[in-house]
C-alpha cells in the first residue's frame, strides 16, 4: 500500500478525451497499455480510466484519461461548469479535432485550504474546494478539490488544480503499468508568476517552469513504447 504523502507533489496528469474509447486507443497506440481501472464521477456527469505512473521522482501519480459521460446528469448547481475546462467549446473542438490530448495536471496537498489561501496572496483564485467521491472495487475514494464556478484551469492549465485526499488514494490499489512519469515541465509566458504559484503551493523537485511564447505542458514517461513526451496542444497561429 502506498502511504500518504506529507508533502505537496504532482497526484496525476489529466489527459482529455472526446470519449473514453478513444481515449483508451489513443493510450493503447502511444503509451502501449491498456487501462482497465477507472470510474464515474456523478458531481461532474464525467467518467475516467486511470493508470499508476509512479517513479522515484513521483512517488504516488497517476495518469487520468477523462470524458464527459453523455449519459450522466452532472450534480454540480445549474450555471456552474465541469472541472478542467471540459464544458470549454474550443477545448472540446481541440480534442475533437486532433485526439485526446495533455490539458492539465492536479497537486495533491495535505492541506487544500492553507494553500488556497497562500495563492489568494498571490491574487491567484483556485476556486471553492468541492468534496467529491468515486466508488470503486476496493471501496470509496474521497476527496477535496479546488474548482472553479466558471471551470477555468488557470494558466491554460499549468497552474495546478489542488486536491486532498481522504483516508484512500487511488495509487493504493493501482498495481505499477509500465509507465512511470520522469518530468512535468511547465511553459508559460509568465513564467516568474507561475514558479511563484509552484512555490505558493509548495511543488519543488519534479517540475520545471520555463518561459516561452505560448503555454504548454509536456510529460516525460517511460513506456512499453520507450521513452515517450506527451504535450499539450498549442493552437496555430
Known amino acids: 500500500m502506498t502511504a500518504p504523502s506529507p508533502l505537496p507533489c504532482v ?7 472526446p470519449d473514453l474509447p478513444t481515449g483508451v486507443a489513443w493510450c493503447e497506440r502511444t503509451l502501449g497499455i491498456t487501462p482497465t481501472a477507472g470510474g464515474e464521477h456523478p458531481l461532474m456527469g464525467t467518467h475516467n480510466r486511470i493508470f499508476n505512473v509512479s517513479s522515484p521522482a513521483h512517488p504516488r501519480a497517476y495518469l487520468e484519461i477523462i470524458a464527459i459521460n453523455k449519459g450522466a446528469t452532472p450534480a454540480i448547481p ?22 485526446p ?14 494553500r488556497c489561501a497562500a495563492l489568494a496572496a498571490l491574487d491567484i483564485e483556485r476556486g471553492p474546494i468541492l468534496t467529491a467521491s468515486r466508488p470503486t472495487p476496493n471501496g470509496l475514494l474521497q476527496w477535496q478539490i479546488t474548482v472553479r464556478d466558471d471551470g477555468l484551469r488557470l494558466m491554460a492549465g499549468c497552474l495546478p488544480t489542488l486536491i486532498q485526499w481522504g483516508a484512500a488514494h487511488p495509487c493504493d490499489s493501482l498495481p505499477a503499468s509500465g509507465v512511470q512519469l520522469l518530468q512535468l515541465t511547465l511553459q508559460h509566458p509568465q513564467a ?27 510529460a516525460q514517461l517511460v513506456t512499453p513504447r520507450g521513452p515517450v513526451a506527451i504535450t499539450s496542444f498549442t493552437p496555430e497561429t
Open 11 to 17: 497526484d496525476h496528469l489529466v489527459v482529455l478525451a
Open 101 to 114: 490530448q495533455l490539458i492539465h495536471w492536479v497537486a495533491s496537498v495535505p492541506d487544500v485550504a492553507d
Open 78 to 99: 445549474t450555471g456552474a461548469r465541469r472541472w478542467f475546462d471540459m464544458d470549454d467549446a474550443a477545448l472540446q473542438q481541440q480534442v475533437e479535432q486532433h485526439g
Open 192 to 218: 516568474a508568476t507561475l514558479q511563484a504559484a509552484c512555490a505558493a503551493i509548495g511543488i519543488g523537485t519534479g517540475v520545471t517552469i520555463t518561459p516561452g511564447d505560448a503555454p504548454r505542458l509536456t
